[in-house]
């Protein structure tokens, strides 16, 4: 008997999903990514204690695998006697709005810029290299400081700073892709066809510079939230006593000689998010544009 | 190519004097030059007549103007800090600043684009894990612990380095690693990537069909083309380590031009903050340059202008 | 063959790396090295603000007279004898064995030069409250001069044993400040051997002190300063032997080093105290802060001793008179408030705010304790939008009138004196926000009489009227921590200024 070949499902969203779950890297990362969305959302129902609530005579507890650890912290007390896995918990909310809300603005903004430019050359070129300079030539501080002076510190503020501040490796990678893309055959002959501008950037441009986009997006969440620790080390971040992955790590670096953990347990979180981030960002290129695998 | 200078030249002056005037005004809104000037201890007499003597009474226009022809002719005042001229301020601690930029980015390149070219060629490997694992180190770490552990490693432990200082060469060893393993991610993520692309297409392999030798396929052809998003990055990337550099600075006590431009804007310094950002915007105008110049010799196809 | 070479070339480079040692190191070169934490804006002593510029100049220039950081006696130095011929005039006579680093011979000159240079309001000596209260000087001899005060002025004595420094008359006016800022020249304990400005600077004992200096005679051969912003790295290059003596550590790591057993940490009280700020005249328009209830209520919710244990730490103390215990004309005899978060409740419902309110919060320094308070008065209904500045961005907003409530410190320059701390911020000057006549009236009198008597009796008029309306609220005063090597013998001073030129090895 012959086997009659089997006939699989070919619609192309089997295929992506196939492939989605096939792809290590990217289950990786959106299972921590999934994970830390979740902690997020259920901070009040699984933090053991009010991250606000300060405890002057219990400060600086280490956490419980040390020999004077307690169950009652497991993480320890930061430098007020605060629930240290209480904050990291609570910590996710804001390090996740920081990161994605700056990446999703500076994205948009960076996205614009650059494809304008790379695609249209010329004055729109200039215009745009200039606003790139410009930028990269205002110190982030300083705008930072005098926003804070003016306006006051406060998550929109920092994230609408943080958004308006990095748009520039957006748009300067957009750029130069652009650049390429542009004078490749596929597009000079949806030109020829007489496409109109948009339906070109919208079907030629975009669908080759994505690859990069997604790229720089996922190091510019990272980014983001580590800039935003940046921030809360000098004043201008968040303002205490709202927890943030980012002001938890500069608040432990005055005891980091002697109480290590203070700046570990921040970071390793840090780390995690970042790492699923970029898997999650690997992952999406890959899956989406096959030819670019192995 | 004239007018293409010309152009260049006319966005160098427009990108300046844009820049210079905002800063101006941020400086000015944010804090009284007047109190800057006169200190901590100043009586309101005090201020006042320094108001009056340094003409802090005009209207903000006016006083960007006198700044604006006395820096066109190379006087960029005096620092309300130190009371010496800033030019003079600026070109002793730029150096510093310069070397250990230029330092890092080469650190930050050869690290990255061999490491970005071998994920590329085996990815799913462990080459192309370790990779990414050093990436995301790079993002994740914020640079104060990276620099503090290295120190308490190398320095304290081993004793192998000095712990901060700009007197000999090995002083700027551990900076040059914290302030380039910054910039490293970014050029090794946009390398691999760039080589994925670039050797899966066609000409690719028609190349490798023609016979060419593996290494000649990849530097000729893929790394050229690969690598042209990476050269505006670097440029970027460098005129980062200019603003980043502040941490790396302060933690390493090198008293460089970042260093010099947090302080001095916490102080109100206002002349020398007007005058290092004048420095660092002509410096970011001619890296972008630069750049752009590489990329359109590692890819004519890419006309400039 | 090839291999061996190679191996001997890597141990080379190695090697190469370890020989940055630097020749920097501590008692074994008879060198002090020591890390301050901000840079100097200059090395002249009448340039610069800093407390660190303080403990400089007592290393490279001497006054007329010089006050004994125990017995707080004002002993002769540059002077021999002083004599005051009626309360606006003093005269010195001066010692004739004195000679400048640069061989230049003290005398009346000198003395006559620098009264007049500092009394010039042209030359914008910094403070200028350290020196604007005489007139002139005058030589009325080789070694004789007298002083011409413009009125009475009781701290006179105060100042010229501390921050009042002999310059040298012919060097200095040849090169003037921008000279001195680069190569200094005094009568000093210490010469200065080598100025990068801001970083780094080199002293060595002077051979040619004058015997029978109040200062005594230095041991230490040579002395580094570096500047080093960073705590962590201060702590490195203590740890590593590349820094002797550090200062200003923060209470949780002094209590660490000290149990590590490898340094000595000292802990000293400082004249500094910290204070909220009430805008209780109206200057930042109507809010709460205008309600004597409402400031009332919020002194009684800090816990001020629970904020000094936990926090704080070390010598400091809980203060309740808006000056420092020892300052002349202070005392704590004054309305108190006990930590009652139940008063405070009862007394703002009083006031109308049964809920509590919201109100901006500024401060500049120590986060922390911002934190702590925020926590007391979040426990009373009092909600805060805090900002935290700079300093220079504080003082710039809260002297134009735009903070209605703040938490400031203040160090009185380690003036001994009410009028150093008090005068300062409730003379209806830019800082003073409650701007009351009574107050203004009985600072005016102490500030200006010469009778202890009647000044003390001034002073504590204010400050009681302060405390019972509660225009400011005293918080603490302020510690430092000090650790340095146990080759070292140091002891801190109440007045902050540590003395290097007492200190020895062991």
Same mark, same amino acid.
């Given at each position: 008997?012959?086997?009659?070949?089997?006939?699989?499902?070919?619609?192309?969203?089997?295929?992506?999903?196939?492939?989605?779950?096939?792809?290590?890297?990217?289950?990786?990362?959106?299972?921590?990514?999934?994970?830390?969305?979740?902690?997020?959302?259920?901070?009040?129902?699984?933090?053991?204690?009010?991250?606000?609530?300060?405890?002057?005579?219990?400060?600086?507890?280490?956490?419980?695998?040390?020999?004077?650890?307690?169950?009652?912290?497991?993480?320890?007390?930061?430098?007020?006697?605060?629930?240290?896995?209480?904050?990291?918990?609570?910590?996710?909310?804001?390090?996740?709005?920081?990161?994605?809300?700056?990446?999703?603005?500076?994205?948009?903004?960076?996205?614009?810029?650059?494809?304008?430019?790379?695609?249209?050359?010329?004055?729109?070129?200039?215009?745009?290299?200039?606003?790139?300079?410009?930028?990269?030539?205002?110190?982030?501080?300083?705008?930072?400081?005098?926003?804070?002076?003016?306006?006051?510190?406060?998550?929109?503020?920092?994230?609408?700073?943080?958004?308006?501040?990095?748009?520039?490796?957006?748009?300067?990678?957009?750029?130069?892709?652009?650049?390429?893309?542009?004078?490749?055959?596929?597009?000079?002959?949806?030109?020829?066809?007489?496409? &109109?501008?948009?339906?070109?950037?919208?079907?030629?441009?975009?669908?080759?510079?994505?690859?990069?986009?997604?790229?720089?997006?996922?190091?510019?969440?990272?980014?983001?939230?580590?800039?935003?620790?940046?921030?809360?080390?000098?004043?201008?971040?968040?303002?205490?006593?709202?927890?943030?992955?980012?002001?938890?790590?500069?608040?432990?670096?005055?005891?980091?000689?002697?109480?290590?953990?203070?700046?570990?347990?921040?970071?390793?979180?840090?780390?995690?998010?970042?790492?699923?981030?970029?898997?999650?960002?690997?992952?999406?290129?890959?899956?989406?544009?096959?030819?670019?695998?192995? | 190519?004239?007018?293409?200078?010309?152009?260049?030249?006319?966005?160098?002056?427009?990108?300046?004097?844009?820049? &210079?005037?905002?800063?101006?005004?941020?400086?000015?809104?944010?804090?009284?030059?007047?109190?800057?000037?006169?200190?901590?201890?100043?009586?309101?007499?005090?201020?006042?007549?320094?108001?009056?003597?340094?003409?802090?009474?005009?209207?903000?226009?006016?006083?960007?103007?006198?700044?604006?022809?006395?820096?066109?002719?190379?006087?960029?005042?005096?620092?309300?800090?130190?009371?010496?001229?800033?030019?003079?301020?600026?070109?002793?601690?730029?150096?510093?600043?310069?070397?250990?930029?230029?330092?890092?980015?080469?650190?930050?390149?050869?690290?990255?684009?061999?490491?970005?070219?071998?994920?590329?060629?085996?990815?799913? &490997?462990?080459?192309?894990?370790?990779?990414?694992?050093?990436?995301?180190?790079?993002?994740?770490?914020?640079?104060?612990?990276?620099?503090?552990?290295?120190?308490?490693? @190398?320095?304290?432990?081993?004793?192998?380095?000095?712990?901060?200082?700009?007197?000999?060469?090995?002083?700027?060893?551990?900076?040059?690693?914290?302030?380039?393993?910054?910039?490293?991610?970014?050029?090794?993520?946009?390398?691999?990537?760039?080589?994925?692309?670039?050797?899966?297409?066609?000409?690719?392999?028609?190349?490798?069909?023609?016979?060419?030798?593996?290494?000649?396929?990849?530097?000729?052809?893929?790394?050229?083309?690969?690598?042209?998003?990476?050269?505006?990055?670097?440029?970027?990337?460098?005129?980062?380590?200019?603003?980043?550099?502040?941490?790396?600075?302060? +933690?390493?006590?090198?008293?460089?031009?970042?260093?010099?431009?947090?302080?001095?804007?916490?102080?109100?310094?206002?002349?020398?903050?007007?005058?290092?950002?004048?420095?660092?915007?002509?410096?970011?105008?001619?890296?972008?340059?630069?750049?752009?110049?590489?990329?359109?010799?590692?890819?004519?196809?890419?006309?400039?202008? | 063959?090839?291999?061996?070479?190679?191996?001997?070339?890597?141990?080379?480079?190695?090697?190469?790396?370890?020989?940055?040692?630097?020749?920097?190191?501590?008692?074994?070169?008879?060198?002090?090295?020591?890390?301050?934490?901000?840079?100097?804006?200059?090395?002249?002593?009448?340039?610069?603000?800093?407390?660190?510029?303080?403990?400089?100049?007592?290393?490279?220039?001497?006054?007329?007279?010089?006050?004994?950081?125990?017995?707080?006696?004002?002993?002769?130095?540059?002077?021999?004898?002083?004599?005051?011929?009626?309360?606006?005039?003093?005269?010195?006579?001066?010692?004739?064995?004195?000679? @400048?680093?640069?061989?230049?011979?003290?005398?009346?000159?000198?003395?006559?030069?620098?009264?007049?240079?500092?009394?010039?309001?042209?030359?914008?000596?910094?403070?200028?409250?350290?020196?604007?209260?005489?007139?002139?000087?005058?030589?009325?001899?080789?070694?004789?001069?007298?002083?011409?005060?413009?009125? /009475?002025?009781?701290?006179?004595?105060?100042?010229?044993?501390?921050?009042?420094?002999?310059?040298?008359?012919?060097?200095?006016?040849?090169?003037?400040?921008?000279?001195?800022?680069?190569?200094?020249?005094?009568?000093?304990?210490?010469?200065?051997?080598?100025?990068?400005?801001?970083?780094?600077?080199?002293?060595?004992?002077?051979?040619?002190?004058?015997?029978?200096?109040?200062?005594?005679?230095?041991? +230490?051969?040579?002395?580094?300063?570096?500047?080093?912003?960073?705590?962590?790295?201060?702590?490195?290059?203590?740890?590593?032997?590349?820094?002797?003596?550090?200062?200003?550590?923060?209470?949780?790591?002094?209590?660490?080093?000290?149990?590590?057993?490898?340094?000595?940490?000292?802990?000293?009280?400082?004249?500094?105290?910290?204070?909220?700020?009430?805008?209780?005249?109206?200057?930042?328009? /109507?809010?709460?802060?205008?309600?004597?209830?409402?400031?009332?209520?919020?002194?009684?919710?800090?816990?001020?001793?629970?904020?000094?244990?936990?926090?704080?730490?070390? /010598?400091?103390?809980?203060?309740? &008179?808006?000056?420092?215990?020892?300052?002349?004309?202070?005392?704590?005899?004054?309305?108190?408030?006990?930590?009652?978060?139940?008063?405070?409740?009862?007394?703002?419902?009083?006031?109308?705010?049964?809920?509590?309110? /919201?109100?901006?919060?500024?401060?500049?320094?120590?986060?922390?304790?911002?934190?702590?308070?925020?926590?007391?008065?979040?426990?009373?209904?009092?909600?805060?939008?805090?900002?935290?500045?700079?300093?220079?961005?504080?003082?710039?907003?809260?002297?134009?009138?735009?903070?209605?409530?703040?938490?400031?410190?203040?160090?009185?320059?380690?003036?001994?004196?009410?009028?150093?701390?008090?005068?300062?911020?409730?003379?209806?000057?830019?800082?003073?926000?409650?701007?009351?006549?009574?107050?203004?009236?009985?600072?005016?009198?102490?500030?200006?009489?010469?009778?202890?008597?009647?000044?003390?009796?001034?002073?504590?008029?204010?400050?009681?009227?302060?405390?019972?309306?509660?225009?400011? @609220?005293?918080?603490?005063?302020?510690?430092?921590?000090?650790?340095?090597?146990?080759?070292?013998? @140091?002891?801190?001073?109440?007045?902050?200024?540590?003395?290097?030129?007492?200190?020895?090895?062991?």
């Amino acid at each position: 008997m012959t086997n009659s070949p089997q006939i699989t499902s070919t619609s192309p969203i089997s295929g992506v999903k196939s492939r989605v779950l096939r792809h290590k890297g990217m289950m990786i990362g959106s299972t921590i990514v999934v994970l830390v969305v979740l902690i997020a959302i259920l901070a009040p129902l699984i933090a053991p204690h009010d991250p606000y609530h300060q405890d002057l005579l219990n400060r600086l507890k280490p956490p419980v695998w040390d020999s004077r650890g307690t169950w009652e912290h497991i993480f320890g007390t930061d430098h007020l006697g605060r629930d240290y896995l209480s904050r990291l918990i609570y910590g996710s909310r804001i390090s996740l709005l920081i990161g994605i809300g700056a990446a999703l603005i500076s994205g948009i903004i960076g996205t614009f810029l650059g494809v304008m430019a790379g695609y249209f050359g010329g004055r729109v070129d200039m215009v745009v290299t200039f606003l790139i300079t410009v930028r990269l030539s205002m110190p982030v501080v300083l705008v930072a400081l005098a926003v804070v002076a003016i306006v006051g510190g406060s998550l929109q503020v920092v994230i609408g700073v943080l958004g308006l501040l990095l748009w520039d490796r957006f748009a300067v990678v957009m750029r130069s892709s652009t650049l390429q893309i542009r004078s490749m055959d596929y597009v000079t002959a949806a030109r020829a066809v007489g496409c &109109s501008t948009t339906r070109i950037l919208m079907t030629e441009v975009m669908p080759n510079v994505v690859n990069n986009l997604i790229v720089i997006a996922t190091l510019e969440i990272a980014h983001a939230i580590i800039l935003e620790a940046a921030l809360s080390f000098l004043g201008l971040g968040v303002q205490p006593p709202l927890p943030s992955w980012g002001l938890m790590v500069s608040e432990g670096k005055d005891m980091m000689l002697f109480e290590p953990w203070l700046i570990t347990i921040p970071g390793v979180a840090l780390f995690a998010l970042v790492l699923s981030v970029n898997l999650l960002g690997d992952g999406m290129r890959d899956v989406t544009a096959p030819e670019n695998r192995n | 190519m004239i007018s293409y200078a010309l152009k260049r030249s006319i966005l160098a002056i427009l990108v300046a004097l844009t820049v &210079s005037m905002i800063s101006f005004s941020l400086l000015y809104i944010s804090s009284d030059p007047a109190i800057a000037m006169a200190g901590e201890t100043a009586s309101d007499a005090d201020i006042e007549a320094i108001r009056e003597l340094y003409g802090f009474d005009r209207p903000i226009v006016v006083q960007y103007w006198e700044w604006l022809k006395k820096a066109a002719s190379g006087d960029l005042g005096k620092s309300y800090y130190f009371r010496t001229d800033v030019s003079h301020l600026i070109a002793e601690r730029l150096p510093t600043t310069m070397t250990l930029g230029l330092c890092a980015i080469i650190f930050a390149i050869g690290l990255a684009v061999p490491l970005g070219v071998a994920s590329a060629i085996r990815p799913n &490997s462990i080459i192309d894990r370790v990779s990414l694992f050093l990436s995301v180190m790079g993002q994740a770490l914020p640079s104060f612990w990276f620099a503090l552990i290295l120190i308490v490693l @190398f320095s304290v432990n081993l004793r192998w380095l000095p712990v901060s200082g700009s007197d000999t060469w090995q002083h700027f060893i551990m900076p040059t690693i914290v302030l380039g393993y910054y910039a490293a991610p970014a050029i090794m993520r946009l390398t691999r990537t760039g080589m994925l692309e670039v050797l899966s297409t066609d000409y690719i392999r028609t190349a490798r069909a023609k016979g060419l030798r593996p290494p000649v396929v990849l530097f000729k052809h893929a790394l050229r083309n690969a690598i042209i998003p990476v050269v505006s990055l670097a440029a970027v990337q460098f005129g980062f380590m200019l603003g980043g550099s502040i941490v790396v600075e302060t +933690i390493f006590a090198l008293h460089g031009a970042g260093f010099l431009a947090w302080e001095s804007i916490t102080r109100n310094d206002l002349p020398t903050v007007q005058g290092l950002i004048l420095a660092f915007s002509l410096f970011y105008i001619i890296l972008t340059l630069i750049a752009d110049l590489i990329n359109a010799w590692l890819d004519p196809r890419i006309r400039i202008g | 063959m090839k291999n061996k070479k190679f191996v001997f070339s890597l141990i080379g480079a190695l090697a190469a790396t370890m020989m940055y040692s630097s020749a920097y190191a501590d008692k074994s070169n008879d060198t002090l090295n020591i890390a301050i934490d901000r840079e100097l804006e200059s090395i002249d002593a009448y340039y610069n603000t800093a407390r660190e510029g303080i403990v400089i100049s007592r290393l490279i220039w001497d006054g007329l007279l010089y006050r004994d950081p125990v017995t707080n006696e004002y002993l002769p130095n540059l002077a021999t004898s002083y004599e005051w011929i009626d309360s606006k005039t003093i005269q010195f006579n001066l010692r004739s064995d004195v000679n @400048f680093h640069n061989g230049e011979k003290f005398d009346a000159d000198d003395v006559v030069f620098t009264m007049n240079y500092l009394a010039d309001p042209a030359n914008g000596t910094k403070p200028a409250r350290n020196s604007n209260w005489w007139s002139n000087a005058e030589k009325l001899g080789d070694y004789k001069v007298q002083l011409n005060l413009k009125a /009475e002025f009781p701290a006179a004595l105060e100042f010229l044993s501390g921050p009042i420094v002999m310059y040298p008359n012919e060097y200095y006016g040849e090169v003037g400040p921008e000279g001195m800022a680069l190569n200094p020249v005094g009568t000093g304990p210490y010469m200065v051997t080598s100025v990068e400005p801001g970083k780094r600077y080199k002293f060595s004992k002077y051979a040619g002190y004058h015997s029978g200096s109040p200062k005594g005679k230095a041991s +230490i051969g040579k002395i580094v300063i570096r500047t080093i912003a960073e705590s962590n790295t201060q702590l490195a290059e203590l740890f590593s032997g590349g820094i002797d003596w550090i200062w200003k550590v923060k209470p949780d790591a002094a209590q660490r080093i000290q149990a590590q057993g490898n340094f000595t940490v000292k802990n000293s009280s400082t004249m500094r105290i910290g204070y909220l700020n009430f805008d209780s005249s109206g200057r930042n328009g /109507e809010n709460p802060m205008n309600d004597v209830r409402v400031r009332k209520a919020i002194a009684h919710s800090i816990d001020r001793e629970g904020i000094v244990q936990a926090l704080v730490q070390g /010598e400091s103390i809980v203060v309740n &008179s808006l000056c420092f215990p020892t300052q002349f004309g202070c005392t704590q005899d004054v309305t108190k408030y006990d930590y009652n978060p139940e008063k405070a409740k009862e007394l703002l419902a009083e006031a109308g705010y049964p809920n509590g309110f /919201e109100t901006p919060f500024l401060a500049y320094r120590n986060r922390d304790y911002a934190e702590a308070m925020i926590n007391n008065l979040n426990a009373v209904g009092i909600t805060t939008k805090f900002t935290y500045l700079k300093y220079a961005a504080f003082r710039d907003k809260v002297q134009d009138g735009g903070s209605p409530f703040n938490f400031g410190t203040w160090g009185s320059y380690s003036i001994n004196d009410v009028s150093a701390i008090t005068s300062h911020f409730q003379s209806g000057g830019k800082d003073d926000y409650s701007r009351d006549p009574e107050v203004m009236d009985n600072l005016k009198i102490g500030d200006t009489s010469v009778d202890s008597a009647v000044r003390k009796d001034a002073y504590k008029k204010a400050l009681s009227r302060i405390a019972d309306e509660v225009f400011m @609220f005293p918080l603490w005063s302020y510690n430092t921590n000090y650790a340095f090597s146990q080759d070292l013998s @140091f002891n801190p001073t109440p007045d902050e200024i540590p003395r290097f030129f007492t200190a020895t090895w062991k």
